[in-house]
């Protein structure tokens, strides 16, 4: 059974770097037929994609996070990692990973419980 | 355009029928996805490209597309459908993915 799992600081320093990790476990993120993805929502808002990553390490941005934003894989501890550069206190919010086949349709259909990250000194 | 917009709320009664809808350009190349966020859980996808249902989502949830505006109807609501629901699809350009506001779905 697929489960994806979020985690790092839950605090972190304005003008800072947040750093996050998805462990993904009952599936291998070397797989040909998957995308990985990170999204945010801060308290009380919506979601915001942040951006997606596939199995030969090419990734896509969120236009509005592109400039502070890298997301990358490490196949050898099966994790995909987000690192989001310069935090404001607009950017705390709880961090989901999650899950997408490959097909231009098919939706993120799994998804990790979140991790809330505040951006506070 | 790479901005989706749905309605903040909508209240339905105990078995009736509900549509929430999602106007952007980009509905007009790209079919939506609606997720389900019940408070303090992830999303769940109910509704993906044309009108798919994940497995072990309820078939009173379906979705239709006509123009710049897709819809999530819930025929016969239940108290368990009582949550924010997104649609999401690609911006324009093909290469990003968007949110809409999100709907908050009241069962009376």
């Known amino acids: 059974q697929l489960q994806l799992q979020a985690s790092g600081p839950g605090l972190v320093q304005p003008s800072e770097t947040l750093s996050l990790t998805c462990t993904v476990s009952?599936?291998?993120?070397s797989s040909g037929i998957y995308y990985w993805g990170w999204f945010r929502q801060p308290p009380g808002k919506g979601l915001e994609w942040i951006g997606s990553i596939f199995y030969t390490g090419s990734a896509s941005y969120n236009p509005s996070l592109e400039s502070r934003v890298t997301i990358s894989l490490d196949t050898s501890k099966n994790q995909?990692?987000?690192?989001?550069?310069?935090?404001?206190?607009?950017?705390?919010?709880?961090?989901?990973?999650?899950?997408?086949?490959?097909?231009?349709?098919?939706?993120?259909?799994?998804?990790?419980?979140?991790?809330?990250?505040?951006v506070s000194s | 355009?790479?901005?989706?917009?749905?309605e903040p709320a909508v209240s339905v009664a105990l078995g009736q029928t509900v549509r929430i809808t999602c106007q952007g350009d980009s509905l007009r190349k790209y079919y939506a996805n609606w997720y389900q966020q019940k408070p303090g859980q992830a999303p769940v996808v109910v509704i993906y490209g044309k009108d798919n249902r994940p497995s072990g989502?309820?078939?009173?949830?379906?979705?239709?597309?006509?123009?710049?505006?897709a819809s999530l109807t819930i025929t016969g609501a239940q108290t368990e459908d009582e949550a924010d629901y997104y649609c999401n699809s690609r911006d324009s350009t093909g290469n990003h993915w968007v949110f809409g506001g999100g709907t908050k779905v009241t069962v009376l």
């Open chain 1, 26 to 29: 009952g599936a291998s993120i």
């Open chain 1, 80 to 118: 995909f990692s987000l690192r989001l550069f310069s935090v404001t206190a607009a950017d705390t919010a709880l961090f989901y990973c999650a899950r997408r086949k490959t097909g231009y349709q098919n939706p993120f259909d799994s998804w990790g419980q979140g991790a809330l990250v505040t």
């Open chain 2, 57 to 69: 989502i309820a078939d009173r949830f379906s979705g239709s597309t006509s123009g710049n505006t």
């Open chain 2, 1 to 6: 355009s790479s901005e989706l917009t749905q």
